[in-house]
């Protein structure tokens, strides 16, 4: 990665941020995008919000193109619970949904809210084949899991989901894809879910207060919904401007800095990680039978581990049974380095 990447981040110059998964840094460009905008009602009063309704379908547009996805099918909203929530309010009382365990405590809660009946299962090394087992013992109206799991870092094989998405044609299937956009390349046409939803400020670097969601055209005609009553619902009272415009600005910034570029090297770097944390053996035993993963590791770790990293700089949280680590583009080989260094004293 080179310098003047990282220097956009002043965070980056005074730790090892390895935290992108629990708040992704803001850029000096979006500090001071976001100051002009604060600048502007500070003087137009409400000259500022006069446009706001044109200006957010020119947000629709930014992220729909980021995650090649209908526009009228599209929306901005303040966060993933909120969103979810509204997804959720579609779906008739008494639906029969499949969830996972331990998955995003938001995620959980809001479908417990309702008058759904639920199953869950277990995250195993091959819970993808477990859900396909699960749904030729019943019927189930709804999949709803995380692309990526938030504890775990376990991200969901899109291969084996498209496989039961083929085997069960109406089934919808509604991720959490708040650990996942931004810290990979994506196309909700061409992927297995029906409903993605995500908050922007974690690998997206969007700052607080901004979402997006998307609905294909199976979800809107299994619910007898139609896109307008989307947009009724999402855009009813007043909007988060400042969140949906940062939102728009980031997608803008990744975009001009060569996303897939962007992506490579993370990848590299979360390669370089993963195998200096398994040499250490600290990565939990389903993350060694699984393919693929993402870019957020948890090893096996206290709060006596948190602290020790903590103390020599070294940003990251304390999630589950473990200390997770994250690494993203902006995130350099001499750092990990560091890391592994430090955990091998531990060890």
């Known amino acids: 990665m080179n310098n003047k990447l990282r220097s956009y981040f002043p965070v980056l110059n005074s730790c090892a941020y390895f935290n992108t998964a629990y708040v992704g ?18 003087n137009d009063g409400d000259k500022f919000k006069i446009d706001n309704i044109e200006r957010i379908d020119d947000f629709r547009e930014t992220i729909s193109g980021f995650i090649n996805s209908k526009k009228e099918n599209t929306f901005f909203t ?23 365990k331990d998955d995003y405590n938001s995620l959980l809660s809001g479908i417990n809210e309702r008058e759904f009946i639920v199953d869950d299962l277990s995250i195993t090394f091959d819970f993808e084949i477990q859900i396909e087992n699960q749904l030729a013992k019943k019927t189930y109206d709804i999949l709803a ?6 504890l775990s870092g376990i991200k969901v094989d899109f291969g084996l989901l498209k496989k039961i998405k083929e085997k069960y044609p109406k ?12 810290s990979d390349l994506f196309s909700f046409k061409d992927s297995p879910f029906d409903v993605i939803i995500g908050s922007g400020y ?3 670097l969007a700052g607080f207060g901004n979402a997006y969601m998307a609905v294909s ?24 401007f400042l969140g949906s415009a940062s939102l728009n600005f980031s997608i803008k910034f990744l975009q001009q800095n060569n996303f897939h570029e962007l ?19 600290l990565i939990n035993p389903i993350i060694k039978s699984r393919k693929n993963h993402s870019n957020i590791y948890t090893i096996i770790g206290d709060n006596n581990l948190y602290n ?3 103390s020599h700089g070294i940003r990251c949280s304390l999630r589950g049974e473990g200390v997770r680590l994250s690494v993203h583009f902006y995130n350099s080989e001499s750092e990990i380095d560091y890391l592994l260094k430090i955990l091998k004293k531990s060890n």
């Not at 840094?25 to 976001?34: G, N, V, Y």
């Not at 959720?88 to 949904?97: N, Q």
């Not at 055209?217 to 988060?240: C, L, M, P, W």
């Open 202 to 204: 974690k690998w997206m």
């Open 308 to 310: 020790k990293l903590q």
């Open 78 to 100: 303040s966060n993933f619970s909120t969103g979810f929530r509204y997804i959720l309010d579609l779906i008739p009382k008494k639906s029969r949904i499949l969830t996972l």
């Open 171 to 182: 089934l919808i299937i509604i991720g959490d894809s708040t650990q996942f956009i931004g």
């Open 217 to 240: 055209d199976n979800f809107i005609k299994q619910t007898r919904s139609t896109s307008q009553i989307i947009y009724e619902k999402v855009y009813a009272g007043h909007i988060n």
């Open 25 to 42: 840094p803001m850029s000096i460009q979006l500090f001071e995008f976001r100051n002009k905008l604060e600048k502007e009602y500070l």
């Open 145 to 150: 899991i995380s692309v990526v799991q938030f």
């Open 263 to 281: 992506i490579e090297t993370k990848k590299i770097l979360g390669k370089f990680l993963i195998e200096g944390l398994k040499d250490l053996n």
